[in-house]
């Protein structure tokens, strides 16, 4: 039984990508391709504060992913990152990968613009790597690629001080 307690009390020292949950369907396959490259990462409510996500600083978290999410920014009863990670992210400087919602997320907080697209897409679309990007995010990637999607809401503008690291077009 010690052996269990041990294991638990690495998992919470050890450096991990914290996964905000939006509500997407896919946040688990997130989770999966993250570990699948043999990083630490654990899911959590979008919402946790950030004393609960680094358990009082002992639980260094090095990025965090926001997942996408069935909602629109402008909702009322939207969800929101709590306003204390924004705090911890800058004082920390930790990079954060916004997916569908997650950059929608990041857009509406940040000052940059989120529209109503006027209908859904959902398919098929491709992703096109931005001019001159060199992200590690693309990585061991072509510059267009296919992927899956499904959205209600668009990026119109993206916030002062972010860049595009690429696009995606159905």
Not at 32 to 49: D, F, K, P, S, T
Not at 131 to 140: D, I, R, V
Request: proline share 5%; net charge negative; with cysteine.
């Amino acid at each position: 039984m010690s052996d269990d307690v041990g294991k638990k009390d690495e998992h919470h020292t050890r450096p991990q990508i914290a996964i905000l949950d939006f509500g997407s369907q896919y946040t688990h396959l997130i989770a999966r391709r993250i570990r699948e490259m043999n990083v630490y990462c654990e899911l959590h409510n979008c919402a946790i504060g950030p004393n609960e996500l680094t358990c009082n600083g002992t639980r260094p978290i090095v990025g965090i992913v926001l997942s996408g999410g069935p909602n629109s920014v402008y909702e009322d009863d939207a969800p929101h990152v709590h306003t204390d990670i924004w705090e911890y992210v800058q004082q920390m400087n930790i990079p954060i990968l916004g997916i569908c919602y997650g950059m929608q997320e990041l857009a509406h907080v940040f000052g940059g613009k989120v529209d109503s697209s006027a209908h859904h897409e959902y398919g098929k679309a491709t992703v096109t790597r931005s001019a001159g990007c060199n992200s590690t995010l693309f990585t061991n990637l072509p510059d267009e690629f296919d992927m899956w999607m499904s959205h209600g809401d668009k990026l119109t503008q993206v916030p002062l001080g972010f860049k595009a690291v690429g696009t995606c077009y159905v």
